[in-house]
């Protein structure tokens, strides 16, 4: 079983900006085999897919609710996936989850967007 936890949340004025970590609790399951996601949880919305990224990086889709706003990287050495996200909206606020596409799926970490 593996673990990822999710770091980089917290409060935000709209047009600020927060970089999200995610990183996997075992040393051997390393990101670079693994295409990983973020999804989040808007209050009073179904779970939405945010962003992907294939296991070599070469293919980065995004919702079109944060496309040209958010940008999903990953550092293979360090074994860290990123979300960074800039211009951020209050309809930007809610839980954001770090997923494995083998299934795994951190706590969340929360982002509120409020002036």
């Known amino acids: 079983q593996v673990q990822l936890v999710e770091s980089g949340g917290g409060v935000v004025q709209p047009g600020g900006s927060l970089r999200l970590s995610c990183v996997a609790s075992?040393?051997?399951?390393?990101?670079?085999?693994?295409?990983m996601s973020w999804y989040r949880q808007v209050p009073g919305k179904e779970r939405e897919l945010g962003a992907s990224?294939?296991?070599?990086?070469?293919?980065?889709t995004y919702a079109d609710s944060v496309k040209g706003r958010f940008t999903i990287t990953k550092d293979d050495a360090q074994n860290v996936l990123y979300l960074q996200m800039t211009d951020l909206k209050s309809e930007d606020t809610g839980v954001y989850y770090c997923?494995?596409?083998?299934?795994?799926w951190g706590q969340g970490t929360r982002v509120t967007v409020s002036s």
């Open positions: 997923v494995a596409w083998v299934g795994y």
């Open positions: 075992r040393v051997t399951f390393n990101f670079r085999n693994h295409g």
């Open positions: 990224i294939t296991n070599t990086g070469d293919k980065i």
